[in-house]
């Protein structure tokens, strides 16, 4: 298949067919809603790095829409289109590119998010990228720099599975039994919670999304907002496999900065708790408060983990490095 069959059979389908203009243009053209702003992110995934050489087309389609629409969520944004850049590698055949666009149809209507068009190359090494974009009420985009002292932390989801299953996927040639596994979901197909975050810019001060691992980005929030935070390890949010690895000496450095999470870390005033519980429990988010915020004058803008004796944890790694 060349790279015209492979836009005409494959990707004009599956475009939208407003905006698209049928794949049969130099680029698509969208109208923004009056009075809302724009939110674009970007997000590329190389085979053997950010997925395992020979996954299956669903798993990447499934991490490559996730991992996007994870950016979106974060800034409590509606989605409206995305572009696609493709790499096609050696190993991907028209068979694994058929069932890659079949994929990242299901993927993206399960967002409702269109594909606007894109772009298609060939490689020594396969890699794909979406462009995201979203839109939220004018000047009402979520920010990692709003939180102050003396307030709630939350993380949705659970932490650590994504790094769980990654080993899982690692560990394996085939993909059937695990598949069953709550952590290997996590990994192959994250599901960001989008509907959740669009009415978080009501409650939340600040937030971001955990893609490089809890630690690290729980950083990175304090580093934008000028504050440092209080974790309570023993209130972290943890699926049945990451309570298993911890009971057979996994270690908390491992949960805490292995990446691949995308949930949400948020601040809130103590006030907001009761529409917080209210909002996850309609979204059917599960919501966790696992701190709070305080000033960062006598310290760093850093998060500590404090275990349940009061000791801060050390964390030498807090998170991943892409070089
Ligand atoms: P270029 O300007 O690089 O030559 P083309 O003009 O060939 O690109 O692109 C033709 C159309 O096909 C455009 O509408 C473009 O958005 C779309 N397109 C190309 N590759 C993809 C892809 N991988 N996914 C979706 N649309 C694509
Ligand atoms: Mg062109």
Redesign the pocket.
């Known amino acids: 298949m060349g ?2 069959d492979l ?1 005409t059979r494959l ?1 004009a389908p599956i ?1 939208d067919p407003e905006s ?2 049928g ?6 053209c969208y109208t923004p809603p009056a009075h809302h702003d724009l939110i674009i992110s970007t997000d590329a995934l190389v085979s053997g790095v950010h997925f395992p050489e020979n996954a299956p087309a669903d798993m990447v389609a499934a991490r490559l829409v996730g991992t996007n629409v994870s950016d979106l969520a974060a800034k409590g944004a509606r989605p409206v289109g995305c ?4 790499c096609v590698g050696p190993q991907w055949d028209s068979s694994y590119l058929e069932a890659f666009a079949a994929a990242l149809k299901t993927h993206l209507d399960s967002h409702g998010l269109p ?6 190359v060939s490689g020594p090494t396969a890699l794909v990228s979406l462009t995201v974009h979203g839109v939220v009420p004018r000047g009402e985009m979520l920010t990692r720099k709003g939180a102050g002292p003396e307030q709630d932390v939350y993380v949705t989801g659970t932490i650590g599975d994504g790094f769980l299953g990654l080993k899982e996927v690692q560990a394996l040639d085939t993909d059937e039994r695990a598949a069953l596994t709550s952590a290997y979901q996590a990994y192959a197909a994250p599901t960001p919670p989008l509907n959740f975050a669009q009415h978080l810019r009501a409650l939340a001060s600040c937030c971001m999304d955990v893609s490089d691992g809890l630690a690290a980005d729980l950083d990175h929030l304090c580093a934008a907002s000028g504050v440092a935070m209080d974790i309570a390890l023993a209130d972290l949010p943890l699926s049945e496999a990451a309570d298993a690895y911890l009971g057979a000496g996994g270690s908390w450095q491992d949960l805490l900065s292995g990446g691949d999470d995308y949930q949400l870390i948020f601040c809130a005033a103590p006030a907001a708790r009761d529409d917080l519980a209210v909002l996850a429990q309609n979204c059917d988010v599960r919501l966790t408060r696992i701190g709070m915020s305080k000033s960062a004058q006598s310290g760093p803008c850093r998060a500590d983990f404090i275990d349940p004796d009061g000791q801060s944890l050390e964390i030498e790694l807090r998170g991943f490095r892409h070089f």
Do not use: K, Y
């Not at 794949?23 to 698509?28: E, K, M, N």
């Not at 572009?83 to 493709?86: A, F, I, Q, R, S």
């Open positions: 790279e015209f836009i990707f475009a698209a203009l794949l049969q243009d130099d680029a698509a572009v696609l850049t493709l594909l606007w068009g894109g772009d298609t």
